[in-house]
């Protein structure tokens, strides 16, 4: 499966942003699909997961209750609304899939192309 990823920029502290992950080549609902982030001089950290029919979920402790990760299969598309932005979740963004349900980058063998968000304090 192909991943694009897209909708990151430049948003003001406590503003919003949603990003989009655009798939194709196979059946995307086989898929479960993470978002991932990576600041310069650091690991890739996991950020959200979904499964493949969005029946469950699961976000690092620090985007708990500010992002939401959602899906639309007949699209072909994730998404990950972030709201409430701080400046600490600037990074670049992956979007990832796998047949597996993990919250672990290790796992996944599809990714997109990463989509910066810079967020100004």
């Known amino acids: 499966v192909q991943l694009q990823a897209f909708g990151g920029g430049l948003v003001q502290a406590g503003g919003s942003l949603r990003l989009s992950c655009a798939a194709s080549?196979?059946?995307?609902?086989?898929?479960?699909m993470g978002w991932f982030r990576q600041v310069p001089r650091k690991v890739r950290e996991f950020v959200a997961v979904?499964?493949?029919?969005?029946?469950?979920?699961d976000y690092a402790d620090s985007v708990k209750g500010r992002f939401t990760i959602s899906r639309d299969n007949a699209e072909n598309t994730g998404y990950l609304q972030m709201n409430n932005l701080k400046p600490e979740d600037t990074a670049v963004y992956f979007c990832a899939a796998d047949r597996s349900y993990t919250l672990y980058q290790a796992f996944y063998d599809y990714w997109g192309q990463g989509t910066l968000v810079t967020v100004s304090s």
């Open positions: 979904i499964s493949g029919y969005g029946g469950r979920t």
């Open positions: 080549g196979r059946t995307f609902s086989s898929y479960s």
